[in-house]
């Protein structure tokens, strides 16, 4: 009957031993987890730090070219709002333009009847003389309000930005290149020119002819 008790405490150390071997490895592997949880921060920290100054790189260089596209487009945006505004300005100024030019022909044929019935006596023709003059000086008037000015150069320089010159005439009284007769007043909008003045031209002194032998 005592062979069962030696099995039964021989199976007992057996377990003992195993379980003490198990104990063993899971201390051994406990132990190496902790040696590589005590090694682990030092190498995550430096990872880290490499990989922080990767990205504080790539966030200055990304920051940097973030900030020259904004400069970029502000600038832009400047340019395009100045433009804007240059348009708007000048669309306020000449956006009349056409409209002012159709008026000059009326303006013109105002003036030659204005010219013609100040050649007559008649009281029918002052009469006339009156209406049309009150309507020319309206006119006129609606002229300097929109910025409208007149281009009547007679006696003045030759222009050829304001001034179109139809011919050349001889003119000992007058300054060479100076206008002499205006055959058709001009007239300019904001200071740009919507037509030309029509005008004659003094020619200059034509020169003397040597004689044959003179120094």
Do not use: W
């Not at 240059?86 to 204005?114: C, P, W």
Request: hydrophobic share 35%; charged share 30%; glycine share 4%.
């Amino acid at each position: 009957m005592s062979k069962p008790k030696a099995d039964d405490a021989a199976g007992a150390n057996e377990q003992m031993e195993q379980e003490a071997q198990v104990e063993s490895e899971v201390k051994n592997v406990t132990d190496s987890a902790e040696e590589n949880v005590t090694e682990m921060p030092g190498e995550v920290q430096e990872l880290t730090l490499e990989q922080a100054l990767e990205r504080l790189a790539n966030a200055e260089e990304a920051a940097e070219k973030a900030k020259g596209d904004l400069l970029r487009v502000q600038a832009e945006m400047q340019n395009l709002r100045r433009r804007t505004e240059q348009d708007i300005e000048k669309a306020h100024k000449y956006g009349q333009e056409k409209f002012s030019t159709e008026l000059l022909s009326v303006m013109d044929n105002l003036e030659r009847a204005l010219d013609a019935a100040s050649q007559h006596d008649d009281e029918v023709v002052k009469a006339i003389y009156e209406g049309v003059d009150l309507t020319l000086k309206s006119f006129n008037d609606c002229f300097s309000k929109f910025a409208i000015e007149s281009v009547d150069p007679l006696g003045e320089p030759f222009d050829p930005q304001l001034h179109q010159a139809m011919s050349m005439q001889d003119a000992p009284d007058a300054e060479p290149n100076t206008i002499i007769s205006v055959m058709q007043k001009g007239y300019t909008l904001h200071g740009r020119v919507i037509r030309p003045a029509m005008v004659m031209v003094a020619k200059g002194k034509e020169p003397t002819p040597k004689i044959d032998g003179e120094v």
